[in-house]
């Protein structure tokens, strides 16, 4: 079992900045995969970024050149760092595990709003 606690989510104007942090416990070297979903009012969950144990990254095209997924292994933990956000990038973000056996975790989310 893996659990995941967000944190860092809140208000910021257009332009500005916010980090997000997700701390993992639990089985956490089974961790084949760690990521960040997205979802806003009305719309579907989606994959803001994501990295494998490998290290490979991927990004949503929406996302690229302004937010950056990174993993502290001594902390247990993800990152996302968000720059230049946008209105829309107002969403509920998830942490996202898919373990060793391919059972897949999920934070409780963080609220990010950014104002115009």
């Known amino acids: 079992q893996v659990r995941l606690v967000e944190s860092g989510g809140g208000l910021v104007q257009a332009g500005g900045s916010l980090r997000l942090s997700c701390a993992a416990s639990?089985?956490?070297?089974?961790?084949?995969?760690i990521g960040w979903y997205r979802q806003a009012p009305g719309k579907q969950r989606e994959l803001v970024a994501g990295?494998?144990?490998?290290?490979?990254?991927n990004y949503a095209d929406s996302v690229k050149g302004r937010f950056t997924i990174s993993r502290d292994n001594a902390k247990n933990t993800v990152y996302l760092q968000m720059n230049s956000l946008k209105p829309e990038d107002t969403a509920v973000y998830y942490c996202?595990?898919?373990?060793?056996?391919?059972?897949?975790?999920w934070g409780q989310g963080t609220q990010v709003t950014v104002s115009s």
């Open positions: 996202n595990a898919l373990d060793l056996y391919g059972q897949v975790y």
């Open positions: 639990g089985s956490r070297f089974s961790i084949n995969a």
């Open positions: 990295r494998r144990s490998g290290g490979r990254e």
